[in-house]
């Protein structure tokens, strides 16, 4: 009877970790980058657009034959930590391992537990075919890896030694700046592929915005009040982090996926946590004069006065849903008026909206999603570039105009695999 009773209590235990570890995949947003639509979870085979080249997620089943089911713990969390594979080749930093340095012992056993035991092995080989070289050649990662990759040791003595003013600024500290891995889209990168700051205390360029993948730009998450999270309250961040929409936003790109993988599956504590962390981050550029709506473009509009460059193409394709006073119906059709994506002085992102149009995915307190249809097929470059123009220009944006020739640049980013969307508004 007692040995029945220690090894349920066993199993428990297992069941437990395995729980444990399943929730700290979502923390670290593994789903995001190794499951592609439409294929088994953590199977690989999502591609990654990048200027050296398409870059493809590999199989982090358990799977013994193309996927990490020959992984031993240990080998499993130095990949994880330093970038080094079972055969002793490095990863592509695609894979956030200086990051991931920051992980704690209990959530990568938890983590390997999970992988091992929770997730179902899944035979899918997934070959790096779409380097150009030199950038196909491994061993050069040797050298970045030993220039730019944290030490680990060093890493989780700082954690140790750092101080936070209270234990939940201290959660999403790590949160964000290890499993959650914010900074590898966040934060822009030098010329040598290193983020150019790993944590808040490398100073205000952590968080401010990198370049564009796979043709969107990720946001700063700073404080700046036009182009970052300075207009968003504590609330608004967990409401977005839940939902991937909120009355100032919605969710586009990259984020969709980590929103659908990741965030939601957080717990209240843990996204109030980010948000709380976030909003300690001081702007990268102070500015004495922050958003402030300008109803001329709505006035002009609604007396019939569409004179301005784009004015028309607006009112005929877009104000259905954006409205004519810019201000959408929130959390349904984002507001354009005051919406940090729109203010960005790199104008890919909204550009690529356009063009391609976009979903607002269910999630699990938001389950039903909304489509905007893509303009690719109906509008030429010129005509997107009028369009833009006149958004980043009115009630208040106050944003650089677009080019035609801008547009062109990201029309022919656009993968044949991933035509625009042809859906009608909902």
Known sequence: MLLALAAAGRAHAADDLVTRGEYVAHAADCGACHTRAGGEPFAGGL????????????N??????????????????RALRQGIRRDGATLYPAMPYPSYARM????????????????KPVSHPVVQTGLTWPFSMRWPLVLWRRLFAPDPGEVQHQMRERQFPDALVARGSYLVEGPGHCGACHTPRAITMQEKALTALDGTVYLSGGAPVDGWRPVSLRGDNRTGLGRWNEQDIVRFLATGRMPLGAA????????????????????????RFLKTLSPQTPAADGWKY???ATLALRAGDVSARGAALYVDSCAACHRTDG???????????????????????LIRIVLAGHVLRATRQTPSAFVMPGFAARMDDAAVADTVTFIRAAWGNNAPAVTAEDVGRIRRTLAAEHPPLSLPLN
């Open 47 to 58: 591609a990654f657009h990048l200027p050296m080249g398409t870059l493809y997620a590999p």
């Open 60 to 77: 982090i089943t358990p799977d013994t034959q193309t996927g990490i089911g020959r992984y031993s713990e240990a080998e499993f969390i």
């Open 104 to 119: 704690t012992d209990d959530d990568l056993h938890a983590l390997y537990a999970y992988f091992m035991h929770g997730v």
């Open 252 to 275: 586009f790109g990259g984020m969709t996926d980590a929103i659908g993988h990741g965030t939601q599956h957080l717990t209240p504590t843990d996204q109030l946590a980010i948000a």
């Open 294 to 296: 300008d109803p001329a």
């Open 327 to 349: 201000r959408g119906y929130p959390t349904t059709f984002p507001p354009l008026a005051g919406n940090p994506v729109v203010m960005d002085p790199t104008p890919d992102s």
